[in-house]
């Protein structure tokens, strides 16, 4: 294992961080935990993600080897995305960060009226 000075810009785990936090990843990794689904089926689940950003965030997650893409002898064409062992090994801290954000919701809904006007996004 590299050690590394966390979050320093050379540090691999930070780019890794950087690939399974990012605004869709955590998502679509907790949406098939559920079970394999095709891309549409994901697409469903996630309002607002666009075929594009769904498309890198995919190619992103199966580089990183927590996903795999399938291509099933079907015609026409179709793929399905499945959690790989190490995809499914991140699901306990993504439900354990989801668990946070149900509990500590109203608490952080009022931090954010009192700063209303910077627009938190």
């Known amino acids: 294992m590299t050690e590394c000075v ?3 810009a050379d540090c691999p785990s930070r ?5 399974i936090t990012d605004k869709w ?3 679509v990794l907790t949406v098939l935990d559920s079970g394999p689904m ?3 089926a994901i697409k469903r689940q996630l309002d607002g993600v666009t075929q594009k950003a769904l498309t890198q965030c995919l190619r992103r997650l199966e580089a990183n080897g ?3 893409r399938r291509v099933l002898p079907v015609s026409p ?3 399905e995305y499945e959690l790989t062992g190490l995809g499914r090994s991140l699901q306990k801290p993504l439900m ?3 668990h946070w954000t149900i509990v500590n919701l109203e608490e952080v809904q009022a931090a954010r009226s009192k700063h209303e006007p910077l627009q938190v996004a």
């Open 6 to 8: 966390y979050f320093s």
């Open 15 to 19: 780019a890794l961080f950087d690939q």
């Open 25 to 27: 990843s955590m998502m």
């Open 38 to 40: 095709r891309f549409n």
């Open 66 to 68: 927590v996903l795999i």
């Open 77 to 79: 064409v179709a793929v």
């Open 96 to 98: 354990a960060l989801h």
